[in-house]
């Protein structure tokens, strides 16, 4: 075969290479683990926990606190909000459970972004702790709280897991944010800690429904996935509460994981607020500085 001849062939191969990867859709998981520390993590059996941080880049240290403010309490409205919106808590004003004057209208939930660049783009949030969806989530097509009684529970994890699958194996969102709660309720029933059997099994069992949302998304050879996974604190005995100086509560962890991710461990220090602009630079949302994110992007090649 001329040299000429099979240097084109191969020029062929390789661009037709590229537009197959360029023609796939890029789409984004933000997966929240509630309550659950990394150590913990990491002594379960947790093969797609696992298999995401072996495909991706991570930090078992990711602080729940920033270096300007740190007056809000270590637990779950001032977590997750920040988690949501990529700004600490003096921003969008939740300091605990109570949300007595959240301020989401000015520092809104990053599908708010995602809409604003992408107007057709779908966003899907499911969740078992109802103060999310009443107060953090915004700009979603779908919103689904799966909570059935007073504390989110493993049926509630299932149910939500199981929403996120058929929405991603019908639709495809664009955008998603999947929260799972049974792992801070083991904590708060048996104790956060890697020796409690209890916590351990929780964190198997949303391993298990993490898989099946993994499966679901694999299936869709026409997109690109990014998922970021993390948590709102870590936690010492059976609780969280004012941890500022406790290290066991302070570290969450941060999962980058995808084709556009990088590999290994964080050299430098992350912190949960790097989701949202690490999940919107992904998307091709250009950051503008007037949102006043406090996260940075991270991870990304």
């Not at 099994?201 to 990014?226: F, N, P």
Request: charged share 25%.
């Amino acid at each position: 075969m001329p040299r000429l001849f099979s240097l084109a062939i191969v020029a062929l191969l390789v661009a037709g290479s590229s537009l197959s990867a360029a023609e796939k859709s890029k789409h984004v998981l933000l997966l929240g683990i509630d309550g659950c520390r990394f150590d913990a993590l990491t002594k379960a059996k947790t093969p797609n926990l696992d298999k995401l941080r072996e495909n991706g880049i991570y930090s078992p240290t990711a602080l729940i606190l920033g270096d300007r403010y740190l007056k809000n309490d270590t637990v779950s409205g001032p977590g997750w909000g920040s988690i949501n919106t990529g700004v600490w808590a003096d921003k969008h004003n939740v300091q605990d459970n109570g949300f007595k004057e959240p301020k989401f209208d000015k520092y809104p939930h990053f599908f708010h972004y995602v809409k604003k660049s992408m107007p057709e783009a779908k966003t899907v949030s499911i969740i078992n702790w109802t103060p999310i969806a009443q107060y953090i989530v915004s700009s979603a097509d779908v919103s689904i709280d799966t909570k059935k009684g007073t504390s989110y529970a493993e049926a509630d994890d299932d149910a939500a897991a199981a929403a996120i699958v058929e929405l991603a194996k019908d639709d495809g969102p664009t955008a998603m944010m999947l929260y799972l709660g049974e792992v801070d309720e083991a904590g708060h029933a048996h104790g956060f800690h890697p020796t409690v059997p209890e916590y351990i099994a929780a964190i198997e069992h949303v391993d298990t429904l993490v898989g099946s949302v993994l499966e679901a998304i694999e299936k869709r050879t026409d997109q690109q996935w990014l998922i970021v996974v993390t948590s709102d604190h870590g936690g010492s005995g059976k609780g969280h509460g004012g941890g500022h100086k406790n290290p066991d509560i302070l570290n969450s962890f941060l999962i980058v994981s995808g084709e556009a991710a990088k590999r290994g461990k964080f050299e430098k220090q992350v912190y949960i607020v790097d989701a949202v602009p690490t999940l919107l630079t992904y998307l091709g949302v250009e950051i503008d500085e007037a949102w006043e994110l406090d996260g940075h992007a991270v991870g990304l090649k």
